[in-house]
């Protein structure tokens, strides 16, 4: 298996651009994770899909994150209108149900830069 | 979620044993005690997971004293690419209860000549 697949590596937009990050679970996983990480505020949940439902949004910073996952196989965050105070990098993970043995698998992240 | 406190970071030599503990005095009894690494410009990685006692495997070993209130991650001669941060989490890894892992500081562990 390829591991968790995030596109784009790294992205750089202006200020009040839309930006959207994609995210391919490992195949089987039932749950995805986003989360985002900077210097300041160290790794922060943002959102997690079990089945594909959303089951804890608490972590969306504002209204301007929106999550979704149409498919087992898919999912995308995206941030509209992106703000410089959002540069960070952005990963996602996916986990299956024997969470306790294997735990979660983190892609390799989305470094964005909102200028 | 229990929170955890661990030291922001510690110093070793290549070829020494490094034992970093983390304490997490209000762990639920459903909680389960789980280790990761991270290298810069990468993913954190899961390392070890363990609920009582001792868990070994091919990286690490996992001690959990009878209260559980602490952990302590041993890593077995380190080399220089052990260098990363160490993260411990609590919480219930099972599905049917959610399940998900809130990342505190970590440690960072470097390694040195």
């Known amino acids: 298996d390829a591991g968790v697949i995030q596109s784009p590596r790294h992205e750089v937009t202006e200020m009040g651009q839309e930006v959207t990050l994609r995210c391919k679970p490992i195949s089987g996983h039932n749950s995805l994770f986003w989360y985002r990480q900077t210097m300041m505020r160290g790794l922060e949940l943002l959102i997690y899909?079990?089945?594909?439902?959303?089951?804890?949004d608490s972590g969306m910073p504002e209204d301007r994150f929106s999550a979704k996952m149409p498919n087992a196989s898919f999912s995308t965050l995206k941030i509209q209108p992106s703000e410089p105070r959002d540069s960070a990098v952005y990963f996602c993970?996916?986990?299956?149900?024997?969470?306790?043995?294997?735990?979660?698998?983190f892609g390799s992240g989305t470094r964005l830069t909102v200028v | 979620l229990a929170k955890t406190t661990q030291p922001i970071s510690m110093d070793s030599y290549e070829g020494q044993e490094v034992n970093i503990t983390c304490s997490h005095n209000?762990?639920?009894?459903?909680?389960?005690i789980t280790w990761y690494q991270q290298f810069p410009s990468q993913g954190p990685r899961f390392i070890i997971q363990g609920y009582k006692t001792k868990v070994t495997n091919e990286v690490a070993s996992l001690f959990i004293p009878a209260d559980r209130k602490s952990s302590t991650l041993s890593l077995p001669r380190v080399s220089l690419s052990d260098t990363a941060v160490y993260y411990c989490l609590v919480g219930e890894p099972t599905y049917n209860q959610g399940g998900k892992l809130i990342f505190g500081q970590g440690t960072e562990l470097s390694v040195k000549p």
């Open positions: 899909f079990n089945n594909n439902v959303p089951i804890d």
């Open positions: 993970a996916s986990s299956s149900l024997d969470r306790a043995v294997y735990g979660y698998t």
């Open positions: 209000n762990i639920a009894t459903n909680d389960y």
